[in-house]
């Protein structure tokens, strides 16, 4: 009898690959006289889509074979899924109105819209109303799925996350999962516009968190004049939501993340 080849939930970051499509295929024009403009062919950008995601996948098909727990596995069937971010509202924006407000005004790649609707009409890529595509992949992601994306907020749901620019796979555990949201809570995102705990960096977010608990990053907030606060705002907006019960599709409610109980706050 034959071998049935195991099917893996595969989650791809659409956002990351339109950015970089679209921004690769953008050619500066000089019409002369100092005028100057971007031209780019849509055609030519959807080949090298299609190219670029059949290759990665390909890639993590067949790095899946070798990735590191001790054990060779035969080359699964993908199961994949592509996700978008909502383009028009973001629920973080009502809990920390600074976040992603340092990438208003800033121009998109000219296909970048085109592109999206490529990868919906063909790829039937998922999008859900006010959430990110991290949000997303990390309510239908379990911890044996597959996420692909070079995006390190994915550090901070359970999976098996493949980042196409190391070629590699890595396993993140609850436990890891847990503490990067801390880390990040301490540290902020600046290209998200979220600034963490004044002071800190990586270094000294991994001193901090001696034992990993909510308590130690609040001590952190405390001892340069912050409140309880100050500390959730950044926490809930550096959480990516990871289970379904964060998230109700009707009404595109986000329950709000709390260190300690089940909030049952929407907003």
Known sequence: MKKLKKIIKTFVDGDI???????????????GDNWWGLYADLKEAKQLLDDKFKR???TVAVDYCLHDDGY?????????????????????????PSYKHNR????????????????IDRYKAIIWPRLEADDVIGILATRNSIVVSDDKDFKTIPCLLYRPLDGRYQRITKSAARRAHLTQTLVGDSADGYKGCPGVGAVKADRI?????WGEVLEAYEKVGLQFDDAMAQARVAH???????????????????PHIISTTFI
């Open 72 to 96: 060779w596995h035969d080359i699964p069937r993908l199961d994949v899924k592509v996700v978008l971010s909502d383009s028009g509202s973001n629920w973080r924006t009502s809990i920390l």
């Open 17 to 31: 690959l339109v950015y970089q499509i679209a921004s690769a295929t953008e050619v500066p024009v000089d019409w």
């Open 104 to 119: 208003e005004g800033k121009r998109k790649p000219i296909l970048w819209g085109e592109l999206r609707k490529y990868l």
């Open 56 to 58: 990665l996948l390909e």
């Open 209 to 213: 968190l001696q034992k990993g608990t």
């Open 240 to 258: 990516i939501l990871n289970v379904r019960q964060e998230y109700k599709k009707r009404g595109a409610s986000v329950r709000l993340w709390h």
